[in-house]
């Protein structure tokens, strides 16, 4: 059984910058679109990223452009959101992903990490 698990989040002030990292087995994530998922609280889980790092092609969704930014270490099997100028609207329970694609306008994933709550809060 392959699994996504492993995700660090935290609490940060406006403006602040956190970063979340996800340790994964199971997967030679170069083989993959991997990304990040979140949920606040009332809303409906969104789409944050989906990058396929063995081709280029990157997804992030407009709230985040220019503020947030995948990484992932294939030696460690790990993958990383840096957020910086955080805004209290990125509050929310943040999900690592696997094998992540588009249908339309919505974002899916396969395989799905344990959630970690990010709060960002004066």
């Known amino acids: 059984l392959m699994s996504a698990a492993g995700v660090w989040g935290g609490l940060v002030h406006p403006g602040g910058s956190l970063r979340l990292s996800c340790a994964t087995s199971?997967?030679?994530?170069?083989?993959?679109?991997i990304g990040w998922f979140r949920q606040a609280p009332g809303k409906e889980r969104e789409g944050v990223s989906c990058?396929?790092?063995?081709?280029?092609?990157?997804y992030y969704t407009d709230s985040v452009k220019g503020r947030f930014t995948m990484s992932r270490d294939v030696t460690k099997n790990t993958l990383s959101l840096q957020m910086n100028n955080l805004k209290p609207e990125d509050t929310a329970v943040y999900y690592c992903?696997?094998?992540?694609?588009?249908?339309?306008?919505?974002?899916?994933?396969?395989?799905w990490g344990k959630g970690t709550q990010v709060t960002v809060s004066s």
């Open positions: 199971g997967f030679t994530l170069d083989d993959y679109a």
């Open positions: 990058v396929r790092f063995s081709t280029g092609d990157t």
């Open positions: 992903v696997v094998d992540c694609w588009t249908i339309g306008s919505k974002r899916w994933a396969n395989y």
